[in-house]
């Protein structure tokens, strides 16, 4: 089904975009007539039991987001895929058949803290239960930007820091969040 927020979008790109934005459109509709247009991340997304795809326009260029592809810039109709018809019709039945349609994510193996980390986190209990009760992600961040320092002085001031705002449950970029 058409949504009227992507004719706004494709209405507002960028007179050489807005041809390609019209045939993307019409691929993903004549690769699975029951797919949904939603607005997603500011750009048009095609679902159907789940993310099929994404198109979106730039200064200069758009760019098509297909399973598990996505296209180099395109700046004209002829720049886009032969088989994209075929592509969205597998990622739809990946759907349907239970899978993940844009491909699942590699899981990234935990990084070992630096020794005199690890040991300094130890001294601090209220620090290494917090530490050990983090996600993953937040403990690589930590790792990461400790075992980033390129001296000693740098290494020992980031640990400091990081047993205080570990200690207080924060996360490495806690100010951003």
Not at 124 to 143: D, H, I, L
Request: net charge positive; aromatic share 10%.
């Amino acid at each position: 089904m058409k949504n009227p927020a992507v004719d706004a979008y494709i209405a507002k790109a960028a007179p050489f975009a807005k041809p390609i934005l019209a045939k993307i459109r019409a691929l993903f509709h004549a690769g699975c007539p029951e797919i949904e247009e939603k607005i997603k991340w500011g750009c048009p997304s095609f679902e159907r039991g789940g993310l099929i795809g994404v198109m979106a326009a730039f200064k200069a260029h758009c760019r098509l987001l297909l399973w598990k592809e996505v296209t180099e810039k395109i700046t004209d109709v002829s720049q886009l895929p032969k088989d994209a018809v075929a592509k969205i019709r597998a990622a739809v039945a990946a759907r349907a058949a239970g899978g993940s349609a844009m491909g699942a994510r590699k899981k990234r193996p935990d990084l070992k803290p630096p020794p005199a980390f690890l040991a300094a986190l130890k001294k601090n209990k209220k620090a290494y239960a917090a530490f050990q009760a983090f996600t993953p992600g937040y403990r690589r961040e930590y790792v990461e930007w400790i075992g980033d320092a390129k001296t000693d002085e740098t290494r020992d001031r980031r640990t400091a820091q990081a047993l205080t705002w570990i200690a207080q449950g924060k996360s490495r970029n806690w100010k951003y969040r």
